[in-house]
Antibody, heavy 119, light 106 residues
Framework: EVQLVESGGGLVQPGGSLRLSCAASGFTFSTDRMNWVRQAPGKGLEWVSY????????YYADSVKGRFTISRDNAKNSLYLQMNRLRDEDTAVYYC????????????WGQGTLVTVSS | DIQMTQSPSTLSASVGDRVTITCRASQSISSWLAWYQQKPGKAPKLLIY???SLESGVPSRFSGSGSGTEFTLTISSLQPDDFATYYC????????FGQGTKVEIK
C-alpha cells in the first residue's frame, strides 16, 4: 500500500524557517517524481514544487521561488521542503504528492502538515 | 501561465441527481487534465486523469470528457458520499488547479 506521511509543520514567525519531511513507503520511491502542493485555510490547491526521481530536474511556483528548496533522499525514501523567509501567506496545509510515472498528474497524496506563519 | 476556471463555484443537488462541473483552460492543454475530490480535512483523491480515464477503484458514476480548453466532470447519479469539493488540474505545462466546485446537499 502506498503511504506518504508528512511531518515538520508548526507555528513559525514571519521571516523564519521550517523544514517539512515526507516519508514514503509501499512503492519504489527512487523511481518516482514527487511534488509539494499547499492549501491555505478555506482556499484551493496550489502546486508548490516538483522534483524528478534523481533530483536532476526541479521546478518551483513563482510564489516560493528563491525562498523554498525541494530535495529528496532516495536511500531514506524521503522528500523534503526547506522553507525560508516565510510569510503570512505561506500559511497552509502542505501535502506531498506522487507524480504518476509517464504522466504528471498526482496519484497519491499524504495527509498533509499544517504550517502557520504568524507573530 | 495556464489559468484554470471552474464553474459553478458551488452546486446544490440532491441524491440521485446528475451533476456536471465545467473546467476551462486559458490555452489548449490537449487532454492533460485530471479531476480530484476532496472532503473536509482530507487529502485530495484522484478521480479522472487524461481528461476521461477513470482511476482504478473510482465508481463508474464518475466520468470526464473534453479536450483542448473545455472539460467536464459528470456524476451520473449523485450519492451521499459524493458531497465534497472537486478540483480540475492541468498538467500540460507545470501544474495549475481550478478554484474548486463545492457540491452541497440541496
Amino acid at each position: 500500500e502506498v503511504q506518504l506521511v508528512e511531518s515538520g509543520g508548526g507555528l513559525v514567525q514571519p521571516g523564519g524557517s521550517l523544514r517539512l519531511s515526507c516519508a514514503a513507503s509501499g512503492f519504489t520511491f527512487s523511481t518516482d517524481r514527487m511534488n509539494w502542493v499547499r492549501q491555505a485555510p478555506g482556499k484551493g490547491l496550489e502546486w508548490v514544487s516538483y522534483i524528478s526521481s534523481s533530483s536532476t530536474t526541479i521546478y518551483y511556483a513563482d510564489s516560493v521561488k528563491g525562498r523554498f528548496t525541494i530535495s529528496r533522499d532516495n536511500a531514506k525514501n524521503s522528500l523534503y521542503l526547506q522553507m525560508n523567509r516565510l510569510r503570512d501567506e505561506d500559511t497552509a496545509v502542505y501535502y506531498c504528492a506522487r507524480g504518476m510515472t509517464g504522466m504528471n498528474y498526482f496519484d497519491y497524496w499524504g495527509q498533509g502538515t499544517l504550517v502557520t506563519v504568524s507573530s | 501561465d495556464i489559468q484554470m476556471t471552474q464553474s459553478p463555484s458551488t452546486l446544490s443537488a440532491s441524491v440521485g441527481d446528475r451533476v456536471t462541473i465545467t473546467c476551462r483552460a486559458s490555452q489548449s492543454i490537449s487532454s492533460w487534465l485530471a479531476w480530484y475530490q476532496q472532503k473536509p480535512g482530507k487529502a485530495p483523491k484522484l478521480l479522472i486523469y487524461k481528461a476521461s480515464s477513470l482511476e482504478s477503484g473510482v465508481p463508474s458514476r464518475f466520468s470526464g470528457s473534453g479536450s483542448g480548453t473545455e472539460f467536464t466532470l459528470t456524476i451520473s447519479s449523485l450519492q451521499p458520499d459524493d458531497f465534497a469539493t472537486y478540483y480540475c488540474q492541468q498538467y500540460n505545462d507545470y501544474w495549475t488547479f481550478g478554484q474548486g466546485t463545492k457540491v452541497e446537499i440541496k
